[in-house]
């Protein structure tokens, strides 16, 4: 098992950029594929954006898709996910997920490690 922590969510204003954190710890970093999901209030636990364990590849959604970068740095045990020009749709809670499986995705039943999440507020 892998224990997963975010940081740098906030209250922005629409058009503002953040970098969220995802620090990893308890297991080697590089056996998991990292991805990360939201959930607004009333509504259900949407992909965002997912990475490769090497970071060689990358998956999005189409609504965050030119916006939204996933990345990681294996020597630090974290991942990334910088999100620019953000919408007040964008309001949610941000969660970071991993899975050792070699078919890493959008499913979320894929993650069996889940950190906390991170508040991100965009005001109009």
């Known amino acids: 098992q892998v224990q997963l922590v975010e940081s740098g969510g906030g209250l922005v204003q629409a058009g503002d950029s953040l970098r969220l954190s995802c620090a990893a710890s308890?297991?080697?970093?590089?056996?998991?594929?990292m991805a990360w999901f939201r959930q607004a209030p009333g509504k259900e636990r949407e992909f965002v954006a997912a990475?490769?364990?090497?970071?060689?590849?990358?998956s999005y959604s189409d609504s965050v898709k030119g916006r939204f970068t996933i990345s990681r740095v294996n020597a630090k045990n974290t991942a990334y996910l910088q999100v620019n020009s953000l919408k007040p749709e964008d309001t949610a809670v941000y969660y970071c997920?991993?899975?050792?499986?070699?078919?890493?995705?959008?499913?979320?039943?894929?993650?069996?490690?889940w950190g906390q999440g991170t508040q991100v507020t965009v005001s109009s």
């Open positions: 997920a991993a899975t050792p499986m070699l078919e890493w995705g959008s499913i979320p039943t894929t993650y069996n490690n």
């Open positions: 990475i490769s364990r090497s970071g060689y590849s990358t």
């Open positions: 308890g297991r080697p970093f590089s056996n998991y594929a």
